[in-house]
């Protein structure tokens, strides 16, 4: 079955990048699914990226629209909101993907859902900037994405790579996806926060000094809880991760950074937080998030 109608639930920087890619190869197939108040929102200031107005089509979660691949954009305190939403666009053949940070969204999607039209994701590699309705970018990133702990990539993963290859998305498919999202989890811990702390953007944590430092360290702790929870990093995954932010723009900047810097509550319980209670869980020291978690928590408290 081919993928035609495909639908976005949340216009952050990821919703408006990858809907903006979409929307301009399918045209109406494409929407962005909302409640009625957010619809006249952006119906009437507009959503740009890289000065382009993004011409979406809107649907309320009430309309009856079944959708062939439904992506998940929103930040994981909606993600329960935006379950309820999409469900009258959901047939026997919907597939599901998440965009989001962290390492739970598959989970509580696939029990909402159930995990046979589940294909794990995740993005990575850009360099996006949000400023109210305006979205910037220098690199798009990709999109990794495939089963969650196989061989073989299944009927639905090549749905995804025929519809991805036909609208320009750049990809990976990578069928241990357990390990490449706890991956990615990783380097959030160490970049979102430590450049929300300690620095202005990704500059600051791609030249030798303090801030690098404490990125690798806060990056370093995940790994034991991580093997912990039944998936092996290693130092070679630090590496890799290294690689890809001294190849962002320096001027761009984490989604936590601009949080703070428009006076937002942050994912910090999505990080730190995370690797502090599964360390506690197993025994493990977590010094360096505690010590990040509690800068952030401070940052929050003067909002």
Known sequence: MTIKDVSIIGLGALGILFGHQISQKIGFDFSVIADQSRIEKYQSQGVFCNGEVCDFN?????????ADLIIFAVKIDGLEAAIEAVKN??????????????????????EAFGEVNLVWS??????TVKEGNQL????????????????EPSEKVDRVREFFDRVGIAYEIDNRMDRKIWAKFMLNVGINQVVSVFGENFGSV???????????????????????????LTQADITYWL????GLSPEGKPSMRQDVEARRPTEVELFSGTVNRLGEKHGLETPVNEFLYDKIKTLESTF
């Open 58 to 66: 809107y649907q309320s979660s009430e309309d009856g629209s079944i």
């Open 89 to 110: 666009h959901v047939g026997p053949e919907t597939i599901f993907m998440s965009l989001l940070n962290g390492i739970t969204s598959e989970t509580i999607i696939g």
């Open 122 to 127: 995740v993005a990575q590699g850009m360099d």
């Open 136 to 151: 910037f970018y220098t690199n798009p990133g990709i999109i990794c994405f495939g089963n969650r702990n196989g061989d």
């Open 206 to 232: 791609q030249l030798p000094g303090k801030p690098r430092e404490l990125m690798i360290a806060a990056m370093n702790e995940v790994i034991p809880v991580a093997r912990k929870e039944g998936v092996e």
């Open 243 to 246: 690689r890809v932010v001294d």
